[in-house]
């Protein structure tokens, strides 16, 4: 395989130079000076225009004439590193200033569709167990700008799209940025270490460790398999069981986190069923009172997010409820993703006194779902009223304060 470089373009060849297609995309037309190849990156240096940089083109060095007869294909992945961004805590520049663009962080994956997709396609990331770590689909619904714009007092030109896996004729990439599923928190934030149109949306999921793991591509029912392999950045000495113990932290808040949600949004949906019913039951005030005092306790299991909170779990024991638990998970995965080191004595403390601290109200709410809501329905069907599903799904999004008009 060749490149070369003319006064206006970039180009390559397939055969020993015989033909020549065009490598130009997004490149700008103008006299390519250099061309060197640094590891799988094509580097072009330009007369007056900077270095222009072709990240990744081990998609080329695998094209054969089988590739391009074949209806899917997905292309053996290169080596993805483990990197952390710069922790700059400065704000971006504005958009109006010139400045290079950082390639990817994460695993490229490239793939290629001679036709469009028959229903959604497919990505998954497996581990060596064959455990899905993150599953993509070009059914998925990409984050409204102007509902983020509406909660988060930032520009949008800070803002990293979110990437929607396509299911179009074409070649395609697609990156993986090393994280597991992000967890569902009551209050998501873009860091001030803003990059331009480039900044993710926190929490992230736990760290991928670094190891073997296979891409798995599904398009039509049919199954396309590479392996892909992570390795940590060399810069970082931490022993593979000091980084476990990291993970194994990350995991445990994000599971913290999804489980607290999710009872969040049990209580939510059975406040909001006895808040319809409520008024009809004014005639009977034995009954009313009931409701009443049913709405009261999930009030207080369902809680109010601390506006005080800046990702640290206060001193002392207190009675948790499931948004407070939110945010406290939220705070150990904060600072379990703050270094990629063993966590701290303390920090590992913490996370075992908020499992601690779960325990009571997990249990008050199985003891509300599992017996005092039959209780109470079996009062409601003897008045002809509609009955209370604990299981009902909440119909709206948990907001950053979880509690009810009376909550402070």
Request: charged share 20%.
């Amino acid at each position: 395989m060749l490149y070369a470089g003319t006064d206006t373009s970039v180009y390559v060849s397939f055969n020993d130079g015989d033909s020549w297609q065009p490598l130009q995309l997004n490149l700008p037309h103008t006299s390519m000076r250099d061309l060197t190849i640094h590891g799988d990156d094509l580097i072009v240096a330009t007369h007056g225009r900077s270095f222009w940089i072709l990240d990744d083109v081990t998609p080329l060095r695998q094209l054969s004439d089988d590739i391009a007869k074949a209806g899917v294909h997905l292309f053996s992945p290169q080596q993805a590193i483990r990197v952390r961004w710069n922790r700059n805590p400065d704000t971006p520049l504005p958009p109006e200033v010139p400045a290079g663009k950082n390639p990817p962080d994460g695993a490229l994956i490239d793939y290629y569709l001679t036709h469009d997709a028959k229903g959604p396609v497919t990505l998954e990331i497996l581990d060596e167990k064959g455990s899905v770590v993150r599953r993509y689909s070009s059914a998925d619904t990409p984050d409204s700008l102007e509902e983020l714009a509406s909660e988060h007092p930032i520009p949008m030109y800070w803002v990293r799209p979110q990437q929607i896996l396509s299911s179009q004729a074409g070649m395609h990439r697609f990156v993986w940025n090393l994280h597991y599923t992000p967890p569902k928190a009551l209050e998501y934030e873009f860091p001030i270490a803003a990059i331009l149109r480039d900044t993710p949306k926190y929490p992230l999921g736990a760290w991928a460790l670094p190891g073997n793991y296979t891409v798995k591509l599904t398009v039509e029912g049919q199954a396309h398999e590479q392996p892909l392999r992570l390795v940590m950045d060399p810069r970082i000495k931490t022993s593979p069981e000091d980084l476990r113990k990291q993970f194994d932290m990350q995991f445990a808040a994000v599971q913290g986190m999804n489980d607290s949600y999710e009872l969040l949004e049990q209580v939510q949906s059975v406040r909001a069923q006895l808040a319809e019913i409520g008024p009809k039951l004014k005639s009977n005030a034995k009954l009313s009172e009931a409701v009443a005092a049913l709405d009261k306790r999930c009030a207080e299991l369902a809680g109010a997010t601390q506006t005080s909170f800046y990702g640290v779990p206060p001193t002392g024991r207190q009675l948790e409820n499931f948004s407070t638990l939110n945010q406290h998970y939220a705070a150990i995965l904060t600072v379990a993703d703050s270094a990629d080191t063993m966590p701290t004595t303390q920090a590992q403390t913490a996370l075992q006194q908020i499992e601690e601290d779960a325990g009571p109200a997990r249990k008050q709410w199985s003891t509300i779902r599992d017996q005092q809501v039959p209780t109470l329905n079996k009062q409601l069907k003897k008045y002809k009223q509609a009955q209370i599903d604990a299981q009902k799904p909440l119909a709206e999004k948990l907001e950053g304060v979880a509690g009810g008009d009376d909550e402070p």
